[in-house]
């Protein structure tokens, strides 16, 4: 079984999406409650609710923001496969992963093979991501809450996306260090410049406040860049901004896209736009993020503008033009996603 640039064949893809299937209703037996990615009935937005709904109201102050260096390319695969035989006995889902794993990935006519790695791009790889972080990390930090923690602590793992919250730093200190002694037995390692220990919650801005120093950092989770702000009534609340770098690589997206269809109508422009608007407000549109919703939505519109000034050729574009041409076609930001306590409240009642 070959792979060509990663990406595994029709049929071979079909055996993998009904494996999943049976080991994921296995398994959902099995993985905790912090665990949100790639999980049937779970999402990104799922796992920001949990984190917004566990930093607000706690005693949190510190935020360890983990990330794992390359982590689906260097899972060891001698533990996968253990981790998997530990729960599942038909040794024909074993070789069949097996399988998987050594098949190799096609590049220039040379079948290159690894040990390393999920094959990542492959149907089966998130889950067998899940499977290798739930014996690694999860199950282990769960411990760790229970019987090391001397204060407050939550957990929030999407994929290989990390966040953890603690009220004392010493405690934050210590899990840094234990969970990378932890990830080194099992062949992974965290980034050391995308890996920080930073003060974060409620409580950290209010003694940063008493002490004359600037608000507390902000982390980045899932696309949203997370900052301890306030309510118009003064009350602490957690602002969601969409990532400014990756705002800017959307828009440079778009503006080649632009310039590839330059010659299209104004129309055909109008309903491409439209939809990139609308995918883009699917995601974003929470709570907290309606201004930066609005500066995607006026970027856009200046880039249209660029577009359509420069197939005209002329160097002005009238104003009254352009708003007219923008009410017609593009969407006005507005917010789709309701407050993450209400959601969250919805999905787990208890």
Known sequence: MQFAGGVAALEDKLVQRATAAVLNQIYEEDFVGFSYGFRPGGGQHDALDALHVGIEPRKVSFILDADIAGFFDTVDQTWLLRFVEHRIGDPRIIRLIRKWLTAGVLEDGVVQVSDRGTGQGSVISPLLANIYLHYVFDLWAERWRRREATGDMIIVRYADAIVVGFHHEADGQRFLSMM??????????????????????????????????????????????????????????????????????????????????????????????????????????????????????????????QTLRRRSQRHRLMCERMIRLANDWLPRPRILHPRPRIRFAVKHPR
């Open 180 to 305: 990378r002694d932890r990830l080194q037995e099992f062949a992974l390692q965290l980034h050391p410049d995308k890996t920080r220990l930073i003060e974060f919650g409620r409580y950290a801005a209010q003694t940063r406040h008493k002490k004359g120093l600037a608000k507390p950092e902000t982390f980045n989770f899932l696309g949203f860049t997370h900052i301890c702000g306030r309510t118009r009534l003064g009350r602490f609340q957690i602002l969601r901004k969409s990532r400014r770098d990756r705002r800017v690589a959307k828009l440079k997206e778009i503006k080649n896209e632009l310039r590839r269809r330059m010659y299209w109508t104004i129309p055909e422009q109008g309903r491409w736009l439209k939809q990139v608007l609308t995918g883009y407000y699917a995601y974003h549109a929470v709570p907290t993020n309606y201004r930066s919703l609005g500066a995607f939505r006026d970027h856009i519109i200046r880039l249209w503008a």
